[in-house]
């Protein structure tokens, strides 16, 4: 079982590492864009933001099996809480993208993808679901679903993954990491999804506390990662591995700084509340929201320049107030349905 202190550190990062991904998401890249903009844009969208996915396969594996369920009863909550929600948002979002696009007024804003559906063929329906791994491009029509897909692959592959870690900790460890550093896929799975799911599964074996890293200094820890990200930024392109370290040492600093979040009861009893809508922002936010969002910005703002700056900051910003207005609103009205589209959460 999880101990309380865990337990409430995992919530305090939740929503939180959602705000992340939408940041990620939320990026644009644009020709002779000036430095100082550049550097601002890519130090949050390419670098701090990273540590988000790795983290949420980290925890979802450290619950796994931390709580020992029956296997079927954990497929079983799964189904719900995974595979139910990814099936309906799919065929939400491609009925969605058919009606705007049908829509001259809104057509514009959802067809600068090349997706039109009312042109899909038989396998273009199947790989909006799955992802299109014959031309080894492994994102499904809802692109950030595909954490869910490989997500609920593992869970799939449990029994495996337990018996290997179990038995082999550091062997089935050091190759998760040379997969990850070398970015070896093994499509569908990604190498990072299975090295952050192994090291979770070998915490929860391990009966690892998230109080490990207490004794290190927040301040000096977020020192070291303003160096890392500095360098990876100036210098990721002529040493990549650059990037592998930063990543990993920012799920650590949040794992540390879940901490001070916990400290902090009236921030942690907000995060705490926000977490109902971690879910709903992550469905919402593409192919529906950010597309949605860049084009109103582009009707009205440059794209270009220091302008980016204010687009980036702006189109993320607008996507979260809008998903956890929407959500809270869907919650508020009909809960029932606001319960299936988030897998119950």
């Known amino acids: 079982m999880v101990d309380a202190d865990t337990s409430a550190r995992i919530t305090s990062l939740r929503f939180l590492l959602m705000v992340l991904i939408v940041f990620l998401h939320s990026y644009v890249e644009v020709p002779n864009e000036p430095f100082a903009s550049h550097f601002v844009r890519t130090a949050f969208a390419g670098v701090f933001t990273r540590c988000g996915v790795p983290l949420f396969f980290f ?9 020992n369920d029956p296997y079927p009863l954990a497929l079983k909550k799964r189904a719900r809480s995974i595979l139910l929600p990814y099936v309906v948002w799919t065929a939400f979002a491609l ?6 696009q049908s829509l001259p007024a809104m057509s514009g804003f959802f067809t600068h993808t090349n997706r039109i559906i009312r042109n899909f063929s038989c396998s273009d329906w199947f790989f909006s679901f799955v992802g299109t791994f014959p031309t080894h491009n492994p994102y499904p029509f809802v692109y ?20 290997l870690v179990s038995r082999y ?6 190759l998760a990491v040379f997969a990850w550093f070398n970015n070896l896929n093994w499509l569908p799975l990604s190498s990072e999804a299975i090295l952050f ?27 070291c990662y303003l160096a890392l990200l500095t360098a990876e930024v100036l210098w990721e392109p002529q040493f990549p591995i650059i990037h592998r370290f930063t990543e990993f040492f920012g799920c650590v600093l949040m794992i540390r700084i879940s901490a001070c979040l916990v400290a902090i009861p009236r921030l942690f009893s907000y995060l705490k509340r926000l977490n109902a809508f971690s879910f709903w922002m992550f469905a919402m936010q593409s192919p529906l929201l950010l597309p949605a969002i860049e084009g109103a910005y582009k009707r009205c703002l440059p ?32 809960p029932r349905l606001f319960s299936i589209l988030t897998g119950g959460r």
């Open 59 to 67: 925890i979802s594996a450290f619950l796994l099996f931390s709580k």
């Open 303 to 334: 794209m270009s320049g220091y302008w980016m700056v204010l687009h980036y900051f702006t189109v993320a910003l607008a996507c979260i107030f809008l998903s956890v207005a929407s959500g809270w609103l869907l919650r508020r009205l009909f």
């Open 197 to 223: 799911f192994v090291l979770g599964c070998y915490a929860a074996l391990v009966r690892f506390h998230f109080s490990t890293f207490d004794s290190i200094s927040v301040v000096s820890m977020v020192a």
């Open 95 to 100: 009925a969605a993208f058919f009606a705007l």
């Open 144 to 163: 950030q679903f595909w954490f869910l897909r490989d997500l609920m692959l593992l869970f799939l592959l449990a029994p495996i993954v337990r018996t």
């Open 169 to 174: 900790p550091f062997q089935v460890i050091i």
